[in-house]
Structures are given as structure tokens and as C-alpha cells.
T-cell receptor
Framework: AQSVAQPEDQVNVAEGNPLTVKCTYSVSGNPYLFWYVQYPNRGLQFLLKYITGDNLVKGSYGFEAEFNKSQTSFHLKKPSALVSDSALYFCAVRDTFDDYKLSFGAGTTVTVRA | DADVTQTPRNRITKTGKRIMLECSQTKGHDRMYWYRQDPGLGLRLIYYSFDVKDINKGEISDGYSVSRQAQAKFSLSLESAIPNQTALYFC???????????FGPGTRLTVL
């Protein structure tokens, strides 16, 4: 079965510093990977996805993610974090047998201090 | 996302009560989902529906039932609520072209 793991419960960075949120995956076949963000008292919002092609995927709000097949990772990155990036971030992977089902990681809480 | 709405937004109920959570969407998507979110566990799929005649169990369907009244409406019921069903519940729809999911604002359910 497919799964993703987010090894860090929390990430704390200073505003203006680079932000990285880690995700590793386990799938049979080619992975379809996603990042979602949840701001306080809101539903999840799509940030970006990797299906095929370039290993560096660009998404919303200045975020990007790097797909690394050899390390089975899909880390989310932002070169210069903002206080408004403080939120809960989820990595997700497509179900092997159903394109429209996703399995989510446990989430990583990002706090960006001014 | 304003295109996916959930009612109620908050609900406190007692053990043994029947509860219905409702979801409506204006995105025109066929696929709809119900998830629950618990701290440290991420989102877990309860039920999903491909269309009004197709309902499927997710990984944690025990204690829940659903109804797809129309393409735009997908309701989640707890027939006899228990305290460990206290959680944040999300409805979502799926875009068949992009594989994106679009989430409602969530319903915070507390079972006493």
C-alpha cells in the first residue's frame, strides 16, 4: 500500500530564512505526490503536485518541491519564509489503484517567527 | 474554499445521539469525499463517492454512513455518536482533470 511520512511534527524558522518541510513516500509504481496547506480554521488548500517531468515543481505562494526518486522524498521548500506561511502542511500520495484517492501524512506545523 | 460548504461548522452532542453533517458543492465535480482529522494522525478517509449511485468505504467507515442525495450534496451520518468520534470533519471534491482535491472549511464535532 502507498504511504507518506512526515518525519517532523514541527518546523520553526525565522522570517526571511529558507523553509523546508520533509516528506518521504512509499509506493509501488510511479508516485503521484501532492502538498496541501491548512491555515487556522480553514480547510486544506492545494499547493502543488508531482506527476511526471521535472523534479523541481513550482506551486502556489512561492513554494516549490523537489522530487528525489533515489531517496523517495518530496520535500517542500520556500527560499524566504514569511510569517503568513505559518500553517499546517500535509504531504499526500495517490492511491495505487484509484487515481482520485489520496493518503495523507500526519502533517507538519510550520511556525515562522518575525 | 467557498465552492465547498459544510454545515454545521461546529456541533456539540451527547453519546448515543444521531448526527448528520452536510456538504454541498458548486464545482460540478462527480467525486466527493469525507475525511476526519485528528491531531498527529493527518486526514483519514471515511467514505467517498464517484457519483450518486456509487458509494465506497474508506479506511475508517465503521460507525459512519453516508448519503449522496445529488451530484452536489454528500452527507455524513453518525448513527450513534461516541466520544472517540470527536474530531474535525472535512468534505472534499475532486477534479478529474488535475487530480486536485478541494476542501470545505470543516465541521468541528464534539461528542460528550
Amino acid at each position: 500500500a502507498q504511504s507518506v511520512a512526515q518525519p517532523e511534527d514541527q518546523v520553526n524558522v525565522a522570517e526571511g530564512n529558507p523553509l523546508t518541510v520533509k516528506c518521504t513516500y512509499s509506493v509501488s509504481g510511479n508516485p503521484y505526490l501532492f502538498w496541501y496547506v491548512q491555515y487556522p480554521n480553514r480547510g486544506l488548500q492545494f499547493l502543488l503536485k508531482y506527476i511526471t517531468g521535472d523534479n523541481l515543481v513550482k506551486g502556489s505562494y512561492g513554494f516549490e518541491a523537489e522530487f528525489n526518486k533515489s531517496q523517495t522524498s518530496f520535500h517542500l521548500k520556500k527560499p524566504s519564509a514569511l510569517v503568513s506561511d505559518s500553517a499546517l502542511y500535509f504531504c499526500a500520495v495517490r492511491d495505487t489503484f484509484d487515481d482520485y484517492k489520496l493518503s495523507f501524512g500526519a502533517g507538519t506545523t510550520v511556525t515562522v517567527r518575525a | 474554499d467557498a465552492d465547498v460548504t459544510q454545515t454545521p461548522r461546529n456541533r456539540i452532542t451527547k453519546t448515543g445521539k444521531r448526527i448528520m453533517l452536510e456538504c454541498s458543492q458548486t464545482k460540478g465535480h462527480d467525486r466527493m469525499y469525507w475525511y476526519r482529522q485528528d491531531p498527529g494522525l493527518g486526514l483519514r478517509l471515511i467514505y467517498y463517492s464517484f457519483d450518486v449511485k456509487d458509494i465506497n468505504k474508506g479506511e475508517i467507515s465503521d460507525g459512519y454512513s453516508v448519503s449522496r442525495q445529488a451530484q452536489a450534496k454528500f452527507s455524513l451520518s453518525l448513527e450513534s455518536a461516541i466520544p472517540n468520534q470527536t474530531a474535525l470533519y472535512f468534505c472534499a471534491t475532486s477534479d478529474g482533470d488535475t487530480l486536485k482535491q478541494f476542501f470545505g472549511p470543516g465541521t468541528r464535532l464534539t461528542v460528550l
